[in-house]
């Protein structure tokens, strides 16, 4: 029962990191794959912490710490894999790298804290 539920948190809250990345991206219309300005960097780069922070904590609420934090390598491991697969810039890569995958962990944290 435990490993189900670790697997089924794993899933939500990296749905939850794809689906917010997807909505953002296809919602206003700006490929990732393409220079932006400032400020849209920057927005995507709030946005996204807070929705990795929110994905890192729904997957440990409903597994474990572990399993947010895998969500925070999978965010990494994801980056990392589409910096070496894609020519094109790479701005969006280096937010999920630097920001969203230690947000992801931190959310898990912030869950283990709570329970305690």
């Known amino acids: 029962m435990k490993f189900l539920r670790q697997i089924l948190g794993f899933l939500a809250g990296y749905a939850i990191s794809l689906a917010s990345s997807l909505a953002l991206f296809f919602g206003l219309h700006r490929p990732p794959q393409i220079a932006q300005p400032t400020w849209f960097m920057v927005l995507t780069a709030v946005y996204g912490i807070v929705f990795a922070m929110i994905a890192g904590y729904a997957a440990a609420a409903i597994g474990s ?46 869950r283990v804290m709570r329970r305690s």
């Open 65 to 110: 710490y572990a399993t947010g934090f895998a969500v925070g390598v999978a965010i990494f491991v994801a980056s990392i894999l589409s910096l070496v697969s894609d020519p094109g810039a790479h701005w969006s890569q280096y937010i999920a790298l630097v920001l969203m995958s230690p947000a992801a962990v931190l959310g898990a944290k912030l």
